[in-house]
C-alpha cells in the first residue's frame, strides 16, 4: 500500500517537554511538509523539505525543529520553546522537483498533540 | 502574498441534490494552481480535484466539478447528486508556480463546513 503514515495518533506532552512526531512516506515523493491547524482555521505550514538533507522554515517555525536524513521520513519536533503546541498536525508530501507541472500535495492521517 | 477566501464557514444539503461551495483568492501571479481538499470528521485531508490557472477547462472528478473564473480570481466547488459521505470541511487552497522549481507554498481559506442530511 502506497501512501503517508503519521504516528502516533495522539500524544500527550507535559509542558516543558520536546516531542517528536513521525512522519513517514512510500511514495518516492521528494518534497515533504509539515502543517498545523487550529480549530476554525486553515493550514498553516511548519517546515518544508524539497530534497534529503534540506529544509526550509514555512509560516510558522518557530519553537519547532525537523531533519531530513532519508528520502521517505520527515520528523518533526515540537520543542518546550513552541508556546501553544496543542493543535492537530499534518504531515504532507509530493512529487516537488520530479514533477514541478503536476506538483500535487497528498496528506497523512494527522497527530492530534495535546499539552497537559 | 497570496490570499484565499471562503465566505461560508458552514452549508447544508439534502442528500441527492446539488450545492456550490464559494472560493475567491487574490494574487498578482499568472500562473498558479488550485485546490479543493476534503477534511471528514476522520481528519484526513484528502484531495478533491485540481486545477491549473493557465487552462480555460474546469476540472472535473466523478461528481465534482469547478467553475474557475480567472478574471473574477473565484474557484468555486459543484457537488452534484450529495452524498451522506460528502459531509466534510472543504478547503480551498492556492498554489503558485515557481519556475524552474519545486512548487511549495499551498495557502489554505478557513474552510467551509458542509453537511449533507437524509
Known amino acids: 500500500d502506497g501512501g503517508i503514515t503519521q504516528s502516533p495518533k495522539y500524544l500527550f506532552r507535559k509542558e516543558g517537554q520536546n516531542v517528536t512526531l513521525s512522519c513517514e512516506q512510500n511514495?518516492?515523493?521528494?518534497?515533504m511538509y509539515w502543517y498545523r491547524q487550529d480549530p476554525g482555521q486553515g493550514l498553516r505550514l511548519i517546515y518544508y523539505?524539497?530534497?534529503?538533507?534540506?529544509?526550509q522554515k514555512g509560516d510558522i517555525a518557530e519553537g519547532y525543529s525537523v531533519s531530513r536524513e532519508k528520502k521517505e521520513s520527515f520528523p518533526l519536533t515540537v520543542t518546550s520553546a513552541q508556546k501553544n503546541p496543542t493543535a492537530f498536525y499534518l504531515c504532507?508530501?509530493?512529487?516537488?522537483?520530479?514533477?514541478?507541472?503536476?506538483?500535487?500535495?497528498?496528506f497523512g492521517p494527522g497527530t492530534r498533540l495535546t499539552v497537559l | 502574498a497570496q490570499t484565499v477566501t471562503q465566505s461560508q464557514p458552514e452549508m447544508s444539503v439534502q442528500e441527492a441534490e446539488t450545492v456550490t461551495l464559494s472560493c475567491t483568492y487574490d494574487t498578482s501571479e499568472n500562473n498558479y494552481y488550485l485546490f479543493w481538499y476534503k477534511q471528514p470528521p476522520s481528519r484526513q485531508m484528502i484531495l478533491v480535484i485540481r486545477?491549473?490557472?493557465?487552462?480555460?477547462q474546469n476540472a472535473t472528478e466523478n461528481r465534482f466539478s469547478v467553475n474557475f473564473q480567472k478574471a473574477a480570481k473565484s474557484f468555486s466547488l459543484k457537488i452534484s447528486d450529495s452524498q451522506l459521505g460528502d459531509t466534510a470541511m472543504y478547503f480551498c487552497a492556492f498554489m503558485k508556480h515557481v519556475r524552474g522549481g519545486s512548487n511549495y507554498k499551498l495557502t489554505f481559506g478557513k474552510g467551509t463546513l458542509l453537511t449533507v442530511n437524509p
Open positions: 486545477q491549473e490557472a493557465y487552462k480555460q
Open positions: 511514495l518516492n515523493h521528494d518534497a
Open positions: 523539505s524539497q530534497i534529503v538533507n534540506d529544509f
Open positions: 504532507a508530501s509530493s512529487p516537488g522537483l520530479a514533477a514541478p507541472r503536476t506538483d500535487t500535495q497528498y
